[in-house]
Every structure is written in structure tokens, then in C-alpha cells.
């Protein structure tokens, strides 16, 4: 999920929180050095949308 996003704002506000989002916004010359920022950033962040089991856990309630 790390990404460097090319727009002024977004609309996935919780990865920049954990800081796997990083804002180049739309000037081509902070493109690498948003790249960079994240592929130094270690991987022990949490996911902020779970554990990717949701669709498990539906099927578990409405079948049983």
C-alpha cells in the first residue's frame, strides 16, 4: 500500500496518518523525491483498513 500520491489531497486520509502516503501533489520534480521518503520508511506501520479478512468474516455471519 506505500504510495506516493500525485494530486493535492486524497481521499485515503488514514495512509497518510501511518505515513505510507507521501504528497509529490502535481509537481513532477517531488515525484522522486517522494519516492524516496517511502522506500525508506521501514514496514512496520499498521494497516489503517484491517486485516484483509473482511470478506471472510461477512460470508461467516450470513451463512453461519
Known amino acids: 500500500m506505500p504510495c506516493v500520491t500525485l494530486r493535492d489531497n486524497t481521499e485515503r ?3 497518510t496518518l501511518v505515513g505510507v502516503n ?3 501533489r502535481v509537481d513532477p520534480g517531488k515525484l522522486m523525491g517522494g519516492a524516496w521518503v517511502i522506500i ?3 514496514r512496520d506501520w499498521e494497516n489503517p483498513f484491517g486485516d484483509g ?3 471472510e ?3 461467516s ?3 453461519g
Open 22 to 24: 507521501v504528497f509529490a
Open 61 to 63: 455471519i450470513t451463512i
Open 53 to 55: 479478512r473482511a470478506g
Open 40 to 42: 525508506g520508511r521501514g
Open 13 to 15: 486520509t488514514e495512509t
Open 57 to 59: 468474516r461477512i460470508v
